[in-house]
């Protein structure tokens, strides 16, 4: 395993705002690794420094150990646009073939273009594609230049179950290829689908950072969805931390132990219906080391 | 310069150019404003358009404003607007160095603006009196493409260092400015004494007199020159360091 990127003791600021502070992080190889966070957050920054698009304010950035601002660094790393930056007026071969120019051993333009499903829309300006298909030239864009390391920022927003499925799949092949991949997501059960490791980053700190089962682990909660006349009732009793009232009228709690609090709603004559039960999300886990935080 | 700098910068100029030609409507824009400007503002008039040496200096003026004004323009408006669009921040994390990206400006941008000069050639030599043999011709072009340097830096340090709102003011002032102060719009010959050294100072004036000389002849002074290369190497710094300092827009 060989460290990647490095940041040590990273500060940086936007004027009188302090996006990252005091951040030390290492990325090696070989992993997918998730980078949550709300927005503002501080994500967005924390690759920016690493395309050596911004400098930080204090503290060191490394790239493959060296200066990310040194075009010659970045030969390795791999980047997407956002689907709407892409040229319009270009063809999806051209914009394969002009960002392929930029790298020393690129994947060639049909390759690539089999590899995201791209291969029928290769003659088409990108403005034609669908949102989906746009999302995934953007994506396949990050892998033309056989990159060792790829930063996903927000890879699949607005995009239906199905396309999100088949562009994880390519991700997750081009991370058996050897690709390590960093990949940020307000979409967290695309973090919990992709990730190995999950560093969550709030204000500016890094505020977890460790495998996907132990940050799962943090919060042992469980998901309790029940109908029930009495929700503040179920809300009183012991270990019941968090109610969110659902559409059809049915109540999802948050419960330490499901098991628990399901026999003290027996006990307390609480009467309930439709009971289910699921373990916590990833979202919901970072919901609870958010909360854990500003208290 | 490295090899790879040269070669990435022939890679971006080739893709501005394939997306500009997609919309060809742009493109007869620059070719035909300077065209028009000579058949409006120099044909009519007699006096110059009939005599050869005058009507050469006019052609050669309205070049260099052409070439100018195209310069500004088009390298301080469209980095500038590219510069807000999302794109611009992926092609940064490309492997590519900053001045290929400005050198891919020149050669796609900078080629356009010469061609434009093709129409007001034709017009100046059907309907006027200037006159040059073609080597002449050929030798005003390479003239015009060297002293059109500082304007194409300029353009990308505005570009760079402002959003395009105020690009587009500030390309304004200085083109005017610029065109007048260097003899473009009324001959030097016109200038009262003082105005005339000043305007030796301008890119605008030693860019109109180094053409002049490449097509018609007659002495070069030092000044001409010298004012170019100085011109080039600052304005090609200041380009550079804005690029450098560029983290794109922000908004605060």
Request: net charge negative.
């Amino acid at each position: 395993m060989t460290t990647l990127a490095h940041f040590d003791s990273v500060t940086r600021r936007y004027g009188d705002v302090t996006a990252l502070d005091n951040v030390t992080l290492d990325i090696e190889s070989g992993h997918i690794v998730g980078l949550l966070g709300p927005n503002g957050a501080g994500k967005t920054t924390l690759l920016s420094l690493l395309q050596g698009l911004r400098r930080p304010t204090s503290g060191t950035v490394r790239l493959f150990g060296g200066e990310p601002g040194d075009y010659r660094q970045r030969q390795r790393l791999g980047c997407t646009p956002q689907e709407t930056a892409l040229p319009q007026a270009l063809k999806v071969g051209e914009i394969l073939q002009f960002v392929g120019k930029h790298f020393d051993d690129p994947v060639p333009v049909d390759e690539i273009a089999a590899e995201f499903g791209l291969s029928d829309m290769l003659r088409k300006q990108s403005g034609a594609l669908s949102g989906g298909q746009k999302r995934r030239l953007s994506v396949a864009l990050a892998f033309v230049g056989r990159p060792m390391l790829v930063l996903l920022d927000e890879p699949t927003t607005g995009l239906d179950v199905d396309a999100r499925r088949t562009l994880w799949q390519a991700v997750r092949r081009q991370h058996e290829n050897g690709a390590t991949v960093v990949v940020t997501s307000h979409y967290i059960d695309e973090v919990e689908a992709l990730a190995e490791r999950v560093i969550v980053v709030d204000e500016g700190h890094v505020i977890a950072d460790d495998d996907l089962p132990q940050i799962l682990g943090q919060v042992q909660g469980r998901m309790l969805r029940l109908s029930t006349p009495q929700p503040d009732a179920v809300l009183a009793l012991d270990d019941v931390r968090h109610h969110q009232p659902e559409n059809d009228g049915s109540h999802t709690f948050l419960v330490g132990d499901g098991d628990a609090v399901v026999t003290e709603l027996v006990r307390e004559s609480i009467p309930f219906s439709n009971l289910s039960m699921r373990r916590a999300t990833l979202e919901e886990a970072f919901l609870a080391l958010t909360e854990k935080t500003t208290a | 310069m490295s090899n790879t700098t040269l070669r990435l910068s022939g890679v971006h100029a080739k893709y501005a150019l394939i997306e500009t030609f997609r919309i060809p409507i742009a493109v007869i824009g620059t070719m035909v404003f300077p065209a028009l400007a000579l058949l409006f503002f120099v044909v009519p008039q007699e006096y110059v358009a009939q005599n050869p040496l005058y009507a050469t200096q006019a052609v050669i003026s309205m070049s260099v404003f052409a070439v100018m004004a195209n310069s500004l323009f088009a390298f301080g408006i469209s980095i500038s607007e590219d510069r807000e669009k999302p794109w611009d921040p992926y092609l940064r994390t490309l492997p590519v160095p900053g001045l290929s990206r400005v050198l891919g400006y020149v050669f796609s941008t900078g080629a356009l603006g010469l061609a434009a000069i093709v129409p007001v050639l034709l017009i100046g030599g059907l309907f006027t009196a200037a006159e040059a043999d073609p080597w002449r011709v050929v030798a005003g072009f390479v003239a015009l493409a060297i002293s059109a340097i500082p304007f194409m830096m300029i353009g990308v340090a505005v570009g760079y260092g402002m959003p395009s709102k105020a690009a587009i003011a500030v390309v304004q002032v200085v083109m005017f400015g610029f065109a007048f102060a260097g003899g473009l719009f009324l001959p030097p010959e016109m200038f009262a004494s003082w105005l005339d050294t000043l305007s030796r100072f301008f890119p605008s004036r030693q860019a109109r007199d180094l053409v002049i000389w490449a097509v018609q002849g007659g002495s070069l002074e030092p000044a001409t020159w010298l004012g170019i290369i100085a011109w080039i190497i600052v304005t090609g710094v200041l380009a550079l360091l804005l690029y450098r300092r560029d983290e794109g827009r922000r908004f605060h």
